[in-house]
């Protein structure tokens, strides 16, 4: 249903997970859309992203709430879209051997469910029930989060375009924002690009790692810190995990990290190590074909697969690792939008950017701990300190 009677023009600067679904949440509330991107959408770091929808032990609890609200929005969003998205439920696995890290895991789900998230400790015979293709090995304690799943972005993207299209929305992509025609009370009057000017009422920079630039072009602060990644691909398999989508396994021993992996809607798996914050750029051959056997260690069936590497993904981090939603004070008609945990927080950051734009409203109550002035301040030492996201925020 497209909700009439909302004629200004908003231009969304930004094809990803996150900038696709706000334009699509604005298109469907009668708003004009105009949706650019510089490549093709999706094609960011939506094309890197792990996609495994949870809230965990994000801290503090408002952080953590954000996200489980978001996690439960996305079945109907889903529905919403009208079209698969490769959305799947069945919760997260996770086990350790070391008795430290098992303490640790111990004390995680303790936490949670202090919040009354639905994650328990569970036996290894229950660990091996619940996903009997996994050959776990010693357990000295493990996890399941039955709530949590996984998506595809790529294909929420394509979704998302689709219905812009339908909406008679412009998708512009190819295209560079190189400024912006600002009046002097610093709103934006038009968006400058290589070969035209765009005309806009709002803009929305939902631009991922390109945040940055293109807000300082309006004289903006947001920064990021720096968060390169690695996952890995293999050729497509039948169908391996049967009940839970998201696996986390333990390090060998080896010194080498624990192992991350999901089954994707084309068959293809994807696998990484680490916490989803770890700092790495190794995307080479050799490397690719190191995680696949180590996670053939854990799941047998990945020994019929051929790893294929993925170029190292730039992620969206704000520099202190929490999202940044809101219409700025030095360009009032600027709109940012820039988060890590982009493919959980979808749902509900689109949703709280439409109804902020279109109906004029602020939603501080949930959206003020993230605003873009608490930037404003920062200075160019601090920004270079901060080098690091906290697994944490992850």
Not at 90 to 96: F, L, Q, S, Y
Request: charged fraction near 20%; charge should be negative; hydrophobic fraction near 40%.
């Amino acid at each position: 249903m497209v909700v009439r009677g909302n004629s200004q023009h908003v231009a969304v600067i930004g094809g990803g997970i996150v900038g696709a679904t706000i334009a699509w949440r604005i298109a469907s509330r009668g708003g004009r859309v105009t949706l650019i991107d510089k490549a093709e959408p999706g094609s960011g770091a939506s094309s890197h992203s792990f996609a495994w929808v949870n809230a965990g032990a994000k801290e503090p609890i408002g952080y953590h709430n954000l996200n489980r609200r978001s996690l439960e929005m996305w079945a109907r969003f889903s529905a919403s879209l009208g079209d698969e998205v490769g959305l799947r439920w069945g919760g997260k696995i996770a086990w350790e051997t070391d008795p430290d890290a098992s303490e640790q895991l111990k004390a995680r789900v303790s936490q949670l469910q202090s919040w009354g998230y639905p994650s328990r400790l569970v036996s290894a015979e229950e660990l091996a029930e619940l996903e009997p293709a996994l050959d776990i090995g010693p357990v000295s304690a493990a996890e399941y989060s039955d709530n949590e799943g996984q998506v595809e972005p790529q294909m929420v993207v394509d979704a998302c375009i689709r219905r812009l299209r339908k909406l008679e929305s412009s998708v512009l992509t190819g295209v560079d924002v190189v400024g912006f025609d600002r009046d002097s009370a610093g709103r934006i009057r038009a968006i400058q690009t290589g070969a035209r000017e765009i005309e806009a009422d709002v803009v929305v920079i939902a631009a991922g790692t390109d945040t940055t630039e293109l807000a300082a072009k309006a004289d903006v602060k947001i920064p990021q810190a720096q968060s390169p990644g690695v996952v890995i691909r293999t050729t497509p398999l039948p169908p391996l995990l049967q009940h839970v989508p998201v696996v986390y396994a333990p390090p060998l021993g080896d010194g080498r990290r624990e192992i991350h992996l999901r089954q994707c809607a084309d068959g293809r798996f994807m696998i990484g190590e680490g916490d989803q914050e770890s700092l790495a750029e190794d995307d080479t051959q050799a490397h690719a074909d190191d995680l696949l056997a180590r996670a053939a260690c854990y799941l047998p069936g990945l020994s019929d697969a051929e790893a294929i590497p993925v170029p190292v993904g730039w992620r969206p981090m704000p520099l202190d690792g929490y999202p940044t939603m809101g219409f700025t004070a030095e360009s009032p008609n600027l709109y940012v939008a820039l988060t890590h945990s982009g493919v959980t927080l979808a749902p509900v950051l689109s949703q709280l950017a439409a109804l902020e734009i279109c109906e004029n409203v602020r939603a501080d109550t949930v959206l003020e701990p993230y605003r873009p002035g608490r930037f404003a301040t920062i200075t160019d030492e601090q920004i270079a300190q901060a080098a690091h996201p906290r697994s944490r925020h992850r």
